[in-house]
Nanobody, 125 residues
Framework: QVQLVETGGGLVQAGGSLRLSCAASGGTFRGYAMGWFRQAPGKEREFVAAMRRSGGSTYYGDSVKGRFTFSRDNAQNTVFLQMNSLKPEDTAVYYC??????????????????WGQGTQVTVSS
């Protein structure tokens, strides 16, 4: 069983930056694909970014490409989401997720086995 804890959310003005962290425990971190998703009120959970197992490829949702950067530190069992040039439409609860084994559809919510509790990001205009 993997536990995920997100931190780093908050209130920021448009154009600003935030860095989210997700600390994992209880599993073999290197063996998991890791992802970030977000969900705004009244909307479905949306793919933000993901990275395959250690040393694998990184993927981004179209709405965040060029602004967000996903990274992972296997020594600390932590993944990060650096968010720059934030926009009001980035406002959402951001969730960290872990997927065990082969993940053919890395951008799909259903591919992930474990989820954090979420952290709120609010971008004011």
């Amino acid at each position: 069983q993997v536990q995920l804890v997100e931190t780093g959310g908050g209130l920021v003005q448009a154009g600003g930056s935030l860095r989210l962290s997700c600390a994992a425990s209880g599993g073999t971190f290197r063996g998991y694909a890791m992802g970030w998703f977000r969900q705004a009120p009244g909307k479905e959970r949306e793919f933000v970014a993901a990275m395959r197992r250690s040393g694998g490829s990184t993927y981004y949702g179209d709405s965040v490409k060029g602004r967000f950067t996903f990274s992972r530190d296997n020594a600390q069992n932590t993944v990060f989401l650096q968010m720059n040039s934030l926009k009001p439409e980035d406002t959402a609860v951001y969730y960290c997720a872990a997927a065990n084994g082969v993940v053919p559809f890395i951008a799909a919510v259903r591919s992930y086995d474990y989820w954090g509790q979420g952290t709120q990001v609010t971008v004011s205009s």
